[in-house]
């Protein structure tokens, strides 16, 4: 597929465990954002990358949210010690910057639950 | 900061034209995207503005005014399949990256 893909797409978590959730972007794209989104918001900024580094990771909540990008193409998310306000869907987008604007695609979110 | 507000929900009858407002105050601006998200899926991009004036793409069209920080997301000859939610969207100034702030969205339910 050409889109960008994310697994797993539903997680379902106890407090306090670790999870990993992984995007796929589309090939070639060196912008990756990942978002966070309650239900009846908008999607929330937590990180950027372009290319292996995150610039900007000023929309993570918390220490225990890191998120990874080692070559340059899949990115992992992950969250230890979850708690229940953690439970939301998380998204992943991706750009290839070389329109004006900068057109994000979004993958299809990873729906996570803690118990 | 980024403030954007946006209507909770919006009603419209199919074959109708329905207008839904983004108005937003921000510390820096360099456009405004419209993104389009059905129930349980990703958002997907609709348009995007940077100048004043009316963007027209088929049956959806955009406009945006800088100086009132105003923006408006037309939907004309309303389809059932355009129940969704709308997303408004800032972007600040160039940076070397964007980082986009969302609205809330506005969820739109077409009736026969």
């Known amino acids: 597929g050409a889109g960008v893909s994310q697994t797993p797409s539903n997680k379902v978590t106890e407090k306090g465990k670790y999870v990993e959730l992984r995007c796929d972007p589309i090939?070639?794209?060196?912008?990756l954002y990942w978002y966070r989104q309650s239900l009846g918001q908008g999607p929330e900024f937590l990180i950027y990358?372009?290319?292996?580094?995150?610039?900007?990771d000023s929309g993570l909540p918390n220490d225990r949210f890191f998120a990874v990008r080692p070559e340059g193409s899949v990115s992992t998310l992950k969250i230890q010690r979850t708690e229940r306000g953690d439970s939301a869907v998380y998204l992943c987008?991706?750009?290839?910057?070389?329109?004006?604007?900068?057109?994000?695609?979004f993958g299809p979110g990873t729906r996570l639950t803690v118990l | 900061g980024q403030n954007i507000d946006q209507p909770t929900e919006m009603t419209a009858t199919e074959g109708a034209i329905v207008q839904i407002n983004c108005t937003y105050q921000t510390s820096g601006f360099n456009g405004l995207f419209w993104y389009q998200q059905h129930a349980g899926e990703a958002p997907t991009f609709l348009s995007y503005?940077?100048?004043?004036g009316l963007e027209e793409k088929g049956r959806f069209s955009s406009f945006l005014s800088r100086s009132k920080g105003y923006s408006y997301l037309l939907l004309k000859e309303l389809q059932m399949k355009d129940s969704a939610s709308y997303l408004c969207a800032v972007r600040p100034p160039s940076g070397g990256y964007q980082k986009v702030t969302f609205g809330t969205g506005t969820k739109l339910q077409v009736i026969p």
């Open positions: 987008a991706s750009s290839s910057g070389e329109d004006s604007y900068n057109e994000q695609f």
């Open positions: 090939s070639g794209h060196t912008a």
């Open positions: 990358f372009q290319g292996t580094g995150a610039a900007d």
């Open positions: 503005n940077v100048l004043d």
